[in-house]
T-cell receptor, first 117, second 114 residues
């Protein structure tokens, strides 16, 4: 079955460390997204990519970096510059709106919970 | 810019009660509308959608009708169960908004008591 896989499910980071969250999809989707969710809060967009080798900053990109070298993969690095990284991180993918229309929603992974120790 | 506004939670209901979660939107053009559900500790799942005015999306006993005249997409269920306890997100997607990115509301937490 096609889907989107995030790993690990739980991640612990020490102060000053960079950590990388994995996101892989086999849905043949062009577009991929990273969101951050804090307790009791909505979703905030970190980065998104509409096509391989291209990505754009979302609303809260500071302290994060991404790459999109393959269509299937969109890893997120939480750098030491991110002062408050403890949160639930969600990855999503979708068919690109400009090409396939807007009738499709996003498919989400099951999330990675990052905690600073 | 485009936006989605949901009723604030938490919403607490007894089992078998009627549920309404209000959602209104502001958008250029003709967006598609979605409801997502998030169970504790999990990602979001698509619950239902509607792509044009007067369309009704439905799934698992939940329904929502795309009302262009009132710019609304309220979520309803006739009889909720404890297992419906989750956070519900309303969202829209429009080509006029940065190439079709989903715009989410803040989410409404639903708690159903036995």
């Amino acid at each position: 079955d096609g889907g989107i896989t995030q790993s690990p499910k739980y991640l612990f980071r020490k102060e000053g460390q960079n950590v990388t969250l994995s996101c892989e999809q086999n849905l043949n989707h062009d577009a991929m997204y990273w969101y951050r969710q804090d307790p009791g809060q909505g979703l905030r967009l970190i980065y998104y990519s509409q096509i391989v080798n291209d990505f754009q900053k979302g609303d809260i990109a500071e302290g994060y970096s991404v790459s999109r070298e393959k269509k299937e993969s969109f890893p997120l690095t939480v750098t030491s510059a991110q002062k408050n990284p403890t949160a639930f991180y969600l990855c999503a993918s979708s068919a690109r709106g400009q090409r396939y229309g807007i009738g499709y929603g996003y498919t989400f992974g099951s999330g990675t919970r990052l905690t600073v120790v | 810019g485009d936006s989605v506004t949901q009723m604030e939670g938490p919403v607490t209901l007894s089992e078998e009660a009627f549920l309404t979660i209000n959602c209104t939107y502001t958008a250029t053009g003709y967006p598609s509308l979605f409801w997502y559900v998030q169970y504790p500790g999990e990602g979001l799942q698509l619950l239902l959608k509607a792509t044009k005015a007067d369309d009704k999306g439905s799934n698992k006993g939940f329904e929502a009708t795309y009302r262009k005249e009132t710019t609304s997409f309220h979520l309803e269920k006739g009889s909720v169960q404890v297992s419906d306890s989750a956070v519900y997100f309303c969202a829209l997607r429009s080509l006029y908004n940065q190439g079709g990115k989903l715009i989410f509301g803040q989410g409404t937490e639903l708690s159903v008591k036995p």
